[in-house]
């Protein structure tokens, strides 16, 4: 979510005034319901959980984003916008019911004690992980700088498990998940959220694909949840001219109401740009593409986005956190980014959006003279939907089919050899047949599904990558493997195909530098491609 943090202590988030005799004898009856609930519940419940959870009811009564974070979730939020931790640096999941490494992070000190893909952390410490949660693994797996944890691991091939020690160290959580050049001058970005560390990390995945030759950029803002303001704001920056307006904030109060402009600070991007959205960019990623679009700056591509402009304040209480909506978000156009939440079902299935056929919409202009639509959401320019998997594919995803099939196959390879293996390997008809089986033996898949798979050109290509992904993402790395699923992604094709679109936009953008009065119209050809309803 995209938040205003504001340190205050408990009574400082009622303002300055006293609480009332009346609000005194609602907290006193609470805390006698919190009493009664003690003594006969039929089965305990701390007092804490019971508090948490009651002002968490509350809180549900006045909009779908103002919540209670309990100490656990505040040191959470915190820990990922401030964008580090202290721990060993792996990417843990659970895979077939055993907390898996899905990678270890390169330069840390998870990948120097030689952890790799597969590796089963059967303990941490005394503690067995088999009844654990994931959050409680990594709660245990992380801690103070300095200190040492230890891990038992059991690794595929090996009959016995074995301990290592791993000093803990600061380790990034790097918001720029990838950045690389993808054919000729194209660069790619992907933030996968916004913390107090994207600013820089754009910046600095900017500056060094300029020095690769990148003059073109894809900004990919796809299933990125949000974050600070303040983020946001710097993001936006790094496009836009310094001046020009990238969000208006107004709350109920004057005192809530205020306007965001691009500071101008450090390295621009001034070449084409295109921007890729889906259901999942909620927030300071609307922020970013709702400016980026009304300016005029650069085409955004994909699917309508979440809709989510409320603006959460976040007040500290000791140890917690109240995030409570204070206002609303709108673009430079005058758009509310926020969708309608009369309905919790509507807004939790994103059925009352908008697209760019409805007829319905409320429209907007932009700088150049384009009309946007409003109501909820960005509409991009471009609408192209994501293609589904099969659901047979989907379910072997779902038992990590692909990823064990991986570790199954490296077991015989030597460890130093991995990564040309995996360069190499050609995913033939011997290595699919290697997977059926592998499938077969392990009771992943019905022999329906299987046959289903196997009869469906679609699905047996998606089988075929998926294997390829996971056992570069085993051996070379997690990017590797995401240069391959980006080969059949049907929204950055779009993107890469609408390049000459979002140059006539930025020769507009530029003309609308020079020129005092306003322009009526954007240059440039329409985007091409297919316009299609949301799934």
């Known amino acids: ?116 893909a597969g590796d089963v952390i059967a303990a941490v410490g005394t503690q067995s992980t088999e009844d654990l949660t994931l959050d409680e693994v990594v709660d245990l797996v992380r801690g103070p700088e300095g200190s040492t944890v ?30 690389f050049m993808l054919s000729g001058d194209i660069g790619y970005i992907r933030l996968s959220e916004f913390t107090n560390t994207s600013v820089r990390e754009v910046k600095d995945a900017i500056h060094r694909l300029r020095g690769e030759g990148m003059q073109k950029l894809v900004f990919d803002l796809r299933n990125n949840p949000g974050g600070p303001l303040e983020a946001a704001v710097g993001v936006a920056d790094t496009f836009l001219r310094e001046g020009q307006l990238i969000v208006s904030i107004r709350g109920r109060t004057p005192d809530n109401n205020s306007t965001f402009t691009a500071p101008g600070l450090g390295e621009r991007f001034t070449g084409p740009l295109v921007v890729l959205v889906n259901e999942g960019s909620a927030s300071a990623s609307e922020i970013v593409s709702g400016a980026v679009q009304d300016h005029d700056r650069g085409l955004v591509v994909g699917e309508t986005t979440w809709g989510k402009g409320l603006v959460q304040t976040v007040f500290t209480v000791r140890d917690t956190g109240l995030a409570l909506t204070t206002a609303r978000y709108y673009t430079p156009s005058g758009r509310c980014i926020q969708r309608d939440y009369d309905s919790f079902i509507d807004y939790m299935t994103h059925r009352n959006g908008v697209h760019p056929d409805d007829p ?4 907007y202009e932009t700088d150049g003279g384009r009309t946007v639509l409003g109501g909820g959401g960005i509409a991009p320019d471009l609408e192209i939907t994501a293609r589904t998997l099969s659901e047979p594919v989907v379910k072997l995803y779902g038992e990590a089919a692909f990823f064990r099939f991986a570790i199954h196959l490296l077991q015989g390879v030597p460890e130093k050899d991995q990564a040309a293996f995996a ?60 240069r391959v699923a980006l080969q059949a992604d049907e929204q950055l094709e779009a993107a890469l195909d609408n390049f000459d679109v ?8 530029n003309r609308e530098a020079q020129a005092p009065a306003k322009a009526t119209a954007s240059s440039g050809s329409p985007p091409r491609g297919r316009s299609q309803a949301r799934r």
């Not at 009622?14 to 039929?42: K, N």
């Not at 419940?45 to 019971?50: G, W």
């Not at 319905?360 to 429209?363: H, P, S």
Request: net charge negative; aromatic share 6%.
């Open 1 to 116: 979510m995209t938040v205003v943090a504001c340190s205050a202590a408990a009574g400082a988030i009622f303002g300055a005034r006293s609480i009332t005799d009346d609000e005194t004898d609602i907290v006193l009856r609470a805390s006698r319901i919190v009493s009664q609930l003690q003594t006969w519940l039929p089965q305990e419940r701390r007092p804490e959980d019971l508090v948490y959870d009651g002002i968490g009811g509350m809180l549900d009564v006045l909009d779908p984003h103002s919540n209670y974070l309990d100490p656990r979730s505040y040191s959470k939020m915190r820990t990922r916008q401030e964008g580090s931790f202290f721990g060993v640096g792996i990417i843990i999941s659970r895979r077939n019911g055993k907390v898996t490494v899905i990678a270890p992070v390169a330069a840390t000190p998870a990948a120097r004690v030689g952890l790799r």
């Open 150 to 179: 230890h891990l038992t691991i059991r690794r595929p091939g090996m009959e016995k498990p074995f301990d290592v020690e791993i000093t803990r160290t600061r380790i990034p959580q790097n918001s720029v998940r990838f950045a």
């Open 360 to 363: 319905g919409a409320a429209t």
């Open 423 to 482: 360069t190499a390997l050609e995913e033939d008809d011997g290595v699919l047949d290697q997977f059926w089986r592998f499938v077969a033996d392990s009771d992943i898949a019905t022999d329906d599904d299987v046959a289903a798979v196997r009869a469906d050109p679609v699905a047996t290509s998606d089988v075929r990558r998926a294997i390829e992904i996971e056992v570069l993402n085993s051996t070379v790395g997690l990017e590797a493997g995401y």
């Open 502 to 509: 979002a140059e006539g936009m930025l020769e507009t953008y």
